[in-house]
């Protein structure tokens, strides 16, 4: 879909082939959920939780079960996103808040309450870099002091070489999660026929503007966060956050 501008955005047929194939699609995604939830520090009783982009709410049912005093807000500009996150969070549904919204817009940046930490996976990429930046320094804004920020994400390599790497690395990933999941290639092979390995086809998605890490990090302590730092880092997928003082 495009907008009055023709800029490209996320659709519903993006939803429906992510739910489709993120489980083969995403590197680890378990251990990468984990890690996410590893980076907040423990939120006092009743505190607030936001997740950008919530997809399905695999990350936002896994914030529910660890945290089980705490109260999480799924954001998504996909209605059928939403309805996924519900459905996977039902048995948590008391804690759980739901609402649409538009990532790069900033009407949603101040929130009822300032959220102990802000998590998203695999979302921000779909904005440019003035807007990640704008982003990041909002977000240092909203959140409790201690509070975090962590981002899951495809980050962009510089050099023809780290690319290179990045797309070896998440083709073996995909090939292997297609194989532990049916024994078979079949979910490799629509990998390819997709094109979904960005750092073979950089142009081949206009909604993907994936930024490199090293400017994402600087634009996080720009923004004033602390132990600004990346954890995890695989197939150009990378994990990182910064704490607000
Ligand atoms: C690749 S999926 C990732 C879903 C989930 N966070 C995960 O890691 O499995 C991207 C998600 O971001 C949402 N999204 C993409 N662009 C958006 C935007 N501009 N505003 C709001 N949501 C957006 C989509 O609806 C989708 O749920």
Request: glycine share 8%; aromatic share 8%.
């Amino acid at each position: 879909m495009a907008d009055a501008q023709g800029t490209r955005h996320w659709d519903e047929n993006h939803s429906r082939s992510f739910l489709d194939n993120g489980r083969y699609f995403v590197p680890e995604r378990e251990r990468q959920i984990e890690i996410i939830v590893d980076l907040i520090p423990p939120p006092a009783p009743g505190g607030l939780l936001v997740e950008l982009c919530s997809g399905e709410g695999l990350l936002s049912h896994a914030l529910l079960e660890r945290f089980a005093d705490c109260r999480v807000l799924a954001l998504d500009g996909s209605a059928e996103m939403l309805e996924q996150t519900r459905e996977t969070c039902r048995d948590q549904a008391g804690r759980l808040a739901t609402a649409a919204f538009e990532l790069g817009r900033r009407y949603w940046r101040t929130f009822s309450e300032p959220p102990q930490a802000i998590v998203s996976s695999l979302a921000i990429h779909h904005l440019d870099s003035h807007e990640k930046r704008t982003l990041f320094a909002d977000l240092a804004a909203a959140l409790r002091p201690g509070g975090v920020l962590v981002v899951a994400d495809i980050v962009r390599p510089p050099s023809a070489s780290g690319l290179d790497i990045a797309g070896r690395q998440w083709d073996e990933a995909v090939r292997a999660r297609a194989l532990a999941i049916d024994g078979d290639l079949a979910a490799f092979a629509e990998f390819n026929r997709l094109g979904w390995n960005y750092f073979r086809n950089l142009d081949g998605e206009p909604i993907d503007k994936p930024s490199s890490l090293a400017e994402q990090l600087s634009w996080l302590a720009e923004a004033g966060f602390t132990e600004v730092d990346c954890v995890w880092l695989f197939a150009g997928h990378a994990i990182f956050s910064g704490r607000k003082p």
